[in-house]
C-alpha cells in the first residue's frame, strides 16, 4: 500500500542504521541530494582549522592547566565545594598578594580526579582529605603536607539515625549493623574510611548493611537521604553537621547516634612539580602564609578553620595503615 | 514464503523480552516486599520546589553564561571529531569493503567495539590521569566513543546505499577504496549528515556528563551545586542545559527534515539552508577550538605519554583474581536486570506520551496543543537532568535498591525516547486516524488502533538501540544500592586498583557487544 508520508519516516527498515531520521534512499544524483564542492570544501576547512589552532598560540583554555608561572590551587569537593569555586577569587587574590605569584584556582568535582590531577601536576597545592592526601602523597612522589586547620588534629565522624529506628545516642555501634546505612563519597576520609574502621573494631562488618552500604556522595547527600528515612542510618563530617544543625537545615527525623574517636583529616599538600618551578622556599612561604592568616580572616573563614597549624606526613600513618587494610589503598 | 518462520522468530523475540522483564522485575525486589519510602516526600518536595525557584543571581547567570560555552564547543568538537573519526572508520567496516573476507570485517566490528563499550565518562576519568586539565580531555572522551558508533552507522549507511555506481567503477577497474569514495559515498552523503547532526544533538548531554567528572562546563556547575543538595542552584543549570537542548534537537531536526524532504528546485543546485547549516557548523568548530585553545601537540608530548606509560604499566597485566570475576558475574547481572528494567519504562512512557507529544496537524484545539506542549516539555527536562540526580531523587521515596537507579535511567531513557518516538507519530500516515476520527471514535480508541499499531515498531527499534545506551549509563547511577558493574568500577577506580580497573573494563565491553549482538538480530527479525 503507497503511503506517501511514510517514506520519509525512517521507520523501522531503517532504524538499524540511524536512531534518527536517516534519508530514504534516492537512485542516482537528483535534486536535493546536499552535494558540497568538495575539494574546495574540505581544503578550505582544514586551512581554516589549522589556522584556528595555529592561532590559539597564547590563549590560555578557559579549562586547561595553569601558566607556568603560576601556582595552580584546587581542593576537593567536600564542603560548600560550589561556595570555594564561586568565591575563589578571594583564595587565589589573597595568596597572591601574600606569596607575590599569580595563583589560579581549579575547582574539582570528583575525589579522584583530584588525585590524579596533583599526580600530573595540574594541581600544585590541593585541600585533601587524610585519605586522598594519602593516595595523591603515594602516587606523586616528593609532595608534602604544609599545614592543617586547627579542628583536624582531632576530627570526628558523626553516626547519624532516622528518630524512626527508636534508637537512643550511645556509643554501641553494633546496634546500626541491622540498618539501611550510607557512606558519604567513597574516599571520603570522614565519610568513609574512619567510620569503616570504626564499625569494624566494634565487630559490624562495614560493607555488610542490609543490600550493602550507599555511598551518597557527599556529606549533604547522606543528610537528605537519612532525613527520607530511605537510609535509616549515615555518617558524616562533624562541621558539616554541626553548620547545617546551626542553620536548621536538617530534617528533625535526622538525630546524632554515636561520634567517632579523634583523627588527623584534612591538609594541604604541595606537590614537587610547583616547588621545582617557582623555587626551593615555596613550601615555607605557603606554610608561613598559611599559619600567619589572622583570626577572622576571609580565607579562614571559607575552609571552617580558626587558624592553620603545621602537620607532617607522619600524622597520615595511621590513616594510611586503615586504607590499606580497607582495600582503599592498593 | 518465510512468513510463518518470521512470524515464529517475532513470537519467541517477544515471549524472550517478557522473560527478561520479569527476571530483571524479579531482581529488583518489586515481586516481593514493599519499596516505596512515603517519608521521603518532604526531600521530594524540596527537589521540586527548586525547579519553581531557580537562583537567578547575576553571579550564578555569569558563571553558567560561560560554562555553556565550554558545553557547546566540548559538544561542537566532540561531535565533529565523531564524524571525522566516523567517516574514517566507515570504509573499514563497511562489509562492502570486504566482500566475501568475512574475517577481516568480524575482526573491524569486534575492535569499533571496544571504544563503544565504555561510557563517556568512564573515558572521562580515564583520560583526565593521561592528559591532566586540557580541553582534549572532553573532546576526546565524546569524540572517540561516538566516532566508533558513528563509524559502525556510516558503515551500514554505505552497505545500504545503491551499488551501481560502485559496481560500474569496480568493473572499469577502480581500486575499492576510490570505488566507494566516488560510488557510494555521494549515495549515502543525506544519510550521513543527518546522523551527523544526531550525534550533535547527544553531544550536549555527553559533555554535561564529563562536567560531572570535573571536565567544566556546566556538567561541572551543576555538580558542584548538586554536591550540597543547592536544588535552586542545580535547576538553573538544568534549565540553561535544557535550553541548550532544545536549541540542538530544534536545529538538528531542521537539518534532518531538509534531508529527508528537499524542496523542489533546480538539477544541481545546492540546497541553501544544507550549506548553511554545515558551513554554520564548521565555523562553530573552528570557534571552539579557538575557545578552548585546542593544542594537537599536547597529545603526542612528553608529559602525556609519559603518564600514559605509567597507567598502562600500572593496569597490566588485568587482575584475573577469582573473588574479583564472581563479584563481576554477580554485578554484571545487576547491570542487565537494571538496563532491561530501565528500557521498558522508557518503552512504556513512550507510547503512552507519544501520541500527545508529537506536533498536532493544523487546525486542533488550543487544549491539545498546549497539552503537547507541555508534554515535550516536560520529556525536554526528563532528559536535561542528568541521571545520577534523578538517582538521589528516587531513593528519596524508594527504598534503596536496584528499582530506583533503573527508574532513574528509564525516566532519562523516556526522555530521549519519547521524543524520537513522537517523531515517529508525526511521519506516520494521518488517514487512519483521520478515518477513527470520521467514525467518531473516542481519543483511546483513535491512540489504540490509529497511533499504537504504527508507532509500536520504530519505537521498539529505538528501544533496543538505546538498551546499549543504557547499559553503559548503568555506571552513573549504581552507588546508592542500585548495584551493577559501575559500583565495582568507581570502587576500583576510588582505591587506584588499576588492574581490577581493566578487568572491570573488559567484562563491560563484553557486556555491551553480547547487548548490541542481540540487540542487532532482533531488529533484523523485526524488519
Known amino acids: 500500500m503507497p503511503r506517501p508520508r511514510a517514506a520519509r519516516s525512517g521507520g523501522p527498515e531503517h532504524a538499524r542504521t540511524a536512531i534518527g531520521r536517516p534519508a530514504p534512499r534516492r537512485p542516482g544524483p ?77 575547582p574539582v568535582t570528583d575525589y579522584a580526579a583530584a588525585v590524579s590531577l596533583f599526580r600530573t601536576g595540574d594541581l600544585d597545592l590541593v585541600w585533601f582529605g587524610g585519605l586522598t592526601g594519602v593516595q595523591a602523597r603515594l602516587q606523586t612522589p616528593g609532595a608534602v603536607p604544609v599545614a592543617q586547620r586547627d579542628v583536624d588534629a582531632a576530627f570526628h565522624s558523626v553516626f547519624v539515625v532516622d528518630a524512626a529506628t527508636g ?140 587558624s592553620f597549624l603545621p602537620t607532617d606526613a607522619s600524622a597520615y600513618d595511621q590513616i594510611e595503615a586503615i586504607g590499606r587494610e580497607l582495600g582503599l589503598i592498593t | 514464503m518465510l512468513r510463518p518462520a518470521r512470524d515464529r522468530a517475532r513470537l519467541l523475540c517477544g515471549l524472550g523480552a517478557g522473560a527478561l522483564l520479569l527476571w530483571s522485575l524479579a531482581g529488583s525486589g518489586v515481586l516481593g516486599g514493599p519499596v516505596l519510602n512515603p517519608a521521603g516526600v518532604g526531600q521530594l518536595t524540596r527537589f521540586a520546589a527548586g525547579a519553581l525557584h531557580p537562583d537567578l543571581s547575576g553571579e550564578l547567570l555569569g558563571v553558567l553564561a560561560r560554562a555553556t560555552l565550554v558545553t557547546v564547543a566540548y559538544a561542537v568538537l566532540g561531535a565533529g571529531l565523531a564524524v571525522a573519526l566516523g567517516a574514517l572508520g566507515a570504509v573499514a567496516a563497511a562489509r562492502t569493503t570486504w566482500g566475501r573476507r568475512r574475517a577481516g570485517w568480524v575482526a573491524v566490528r569486534g575492535a569499533l567495539a571496544v571504544p563503544r563499550g565504555l561510557h563517556e565518562a568512564v573515558w572521562g576519568l580515564l583520560l583526565v590521569g593521561v592528559l591532566g586539565l586540557d580541553p582534549w580531555v572532553g573532546v576526546l572522551a565524546i569524540g572517540v566513543p561516538y566516532g566508533a558508533v558513528t563509524a559502525r552507522v556510516f558503515a551500514d549507511l554505505l552497505d545500504e546505499a545503491p551499488h551501481g555506481g560502485y559496481e560500474a567503477l569496480r568493473a572499469a577497474g577502480a581500486g575499492a577504496g576510490v570505488a566507494v569514495l566516488y560510488g557510494l559515498v555521494p549515495e549515502a552523503s543525506g544519510g550521513m549528515l543527518s546522523y551527523a547532526f544526531y550525534r550533535l544533538e547527544c553531544a550536549v548531554r555527553s559533555a554535561v556528563v564529563l562536567g560531572l567528572i570535573g571536565a567544566g562546563g556546566l556538567g561541572q556547575e551543576l555538580a558542584l551545586s548538586f554536591t550540597s543538595l543547592r536544588w535552586e542552584q542545580v535547576w538553573s543549570a538544568v534549565y540553561a542545559l535544557a535550553a541548550l537542548c532544545l536549541l540542538a534537537d530544534v536545529a ?44 594537537p601537540a599536547t597529545l603526542v608530548d612528553g608529559r602525556t605519554l609519559d603518564q600514559l606509560g605509567t597507567l598502562l604499566r600500572a593496569a597490566w597485566p588485568p587482575a584475573g583474581d577469582g573473588p574479583l570475576l564472581s563479584e563481576i558475574a554477580v554485578r554484571a547481572v545487576e547491570t542487565v536486570q537494571m538496563s532491561v528494567l530501565a528500557i521498558a519504562v522508557a518503552v512504556a512512557g513512550s507510547l503512552v506520551l507519544a501520541g500527545v507529544a508529537a506536533r498536532a496537524p493544523r487546525g486542533t484545539g488550543a487544549v491539545r496543543w498546549a497539552a503537547g506542549a507541555a508534554v515535550r516539555a516536560g520529556l525536554l527536562l526528563l532528559r536535561a537532568v542528568p541521571a545520577p540526580v534523578w538517582a538521589l531523587v528516587f531513593v528519596f521515596v524508594l527504598l534503596p535498591g536496584p528499582l530506583p537507579g533503573a527508574l532513574a535511567l528509564g525516566v532519562h531513557t523516556l526522555g530521549v525516547l519519547g521524543r524520537l518516538s513522537a517523531e515517529a507519530v508525526e511521519e506516520l500516515d494521518p488517514r487512519p486516524v483521520a478515518a477513527l476520527t470520521a467514525l467518531g471514535a473516542a481519543p483511546l480508541g483513535r491512540w489504540l488502533y490509529g497511533v499504537l499499531p504504527g508507532v509500536a515498531r520504530p519505537a521498539t527499534a529505538f528501544a533496543l538501540y538505546r538498551w546499549e545506551v543504557a547499559l553503559r549509563d548503568t555506571v552513573l547511577v549504581g552507588l546508592l544500592g542500585a548495584g551493577g558493574l559501575g559500583v565495582l568500577l568507581s570502587a576500583r577506580l576510588a582505591a587506584f586498583d588499576w588492574p581490577a580497573v581493566a578487568t572491570v573494563l573488559a567484562a563491560t565491553v563484553l557486556l555491551t557487544l553480547a547487548v548490541d549482538l542481540v540487540g542487532a538480530r532482533v531488529r533484523a527479525v523485526l524488519r
Not at chain 1, 213 to 229: C, K, Q
Not at chain 1, 245 to 271: I, K, M, N, Q
Not at chain 1, 279 to 295: E, K, M, Q
Not at chain 2, 264 to 288: E, F, I, K
Request: contains cysteine; proline residues 9%; neutral net charge.
Open chain 1, 30 to 106: 537528483g535534486p536535493g541530494r546536499p552535494t558540497f564542492g568538495r575539494r574546495g570544501f574540505l581544503t578550505g576547512s582544514a586551512l581554516a582549522m589549522a589556522a584556528a589552532l595555529a592561532g590559539c598560540g597564547d590563549r590560555r583554555s578557559p579549562v586547561g592547566p595553569a601558566p607556568s608561572g603560576a601556582l595552580s590551587v584546587g581542593a576537593i569537593p567536600d564542603q560548600d565545594p560550589e561556595v570555594l569555586a564561586r568565591l575563589y577569587g578571594t583564595v587565589a587574590d589573597a595568596m597572591s598578594a601574600a606569596l607575590d605569584l599569580e595563583v589560579v584556582y581549579r
Open chain 1, 167 to 306: 534508637l537512643a545516642p550511645a556509643d554501641d555501634l553494633r546496634a546500626l549493623a541491622p540498618l539501611r546505612f550510607t557512606y558519604g563519597s567513597e574516599t571520603s576520609t570522614s565519610g568513609r574510611l574512619m567510620p569503616a574502621w570504626f564499625l569494624r573494631r566494634a565487630g559490624v562488618d562495614p560493607q555488610g548493611f542490609p543490600g550493602g552500604p550507599g555511598f551518597s556522595g557527599s556529606h549533604d547527600a547522606t543528610l537528605a537521604l537519612v532525613g527520607s528515612g530511605s537510609y535509616q542510618a549515615g555518617v558524616l563530617n562533624e562541621q558539616v553537621w554541626a553548620a547545617r544543625t546551626a542553620d536548621g537545615s536538617v530534617a528533625p527525623s535526622v538525630v546524632e547516634y554515636a561520634r567517632t574517636p579523634a583523627y588527623h583529616d584534612y591538609h594541604w599538600l604541595l606537590g614537587p612539580a610547583a616547588v621545582d618551578r617557582l623555587g626551593a622556599d615555596l613550601p615555607d612561604r605557603v606554610r608561613s602564609w598559611l599559619l600567619g592568616l589572622p583570626p577572622g580572616d576571609e580565607v579562614l573563614e571559607l575552609f571552617g578553620a580558626g
Open chain 2, 252 to 295: 538538528g531536526r531542521a537539518v534532518r527534515r531538509r534531508v529527508a524532504a528537499p524542496p523542489p528546485r533546480a538539477t544541481g543546485r545546492r540546497d541553501p539552508v544544507l550549506t548553511g547549516a554545515v558551513l554554520a557548523t564548521a565555523a562553530l568548530a573552528l570557534w571552539s577550538a579557538w575557545f578552548l585553545a585546542l593544542r
